[in-house]
């Protein structure tokens, strides 16, 4: 199942609404919760990010280490996008 992007709405000082900068990806864990994480602003990177997090979290499940294409993927995260792993 791949992770639904959405782009939330917010309240700004003045008082009006505007959408936010970044797109959010919602993902399920093994246990049913729904976890929303900041993605990017591009919808194309956020999908692509929820499904690598997906992976990470059923690699998690089994107990398996993230090998391959997806540790080179977590080795090249931005900082501020580095706690992903710590999601599960």
Sequence with gaps: MNPATFQPT???RPGEKREAEKLYA?????DGRALRRSGFPGE?????MGRNVQRLMAGRANHELP???LALWMRNL??????????F
Excluded: M, N
């Design 67 to 69: 090998r391959g294409e």
């Design 44 to 48: 194309r990177l956020t999908e692509s």
């Design 10 to 12: 917010c309240v700004d």
């Design 26 to 30: 919602e993902l399920r864990a093994a």
């Design 78 to 87: 931005p900082h501020r996008t580095a706690k992903i792993p710590r999601i």
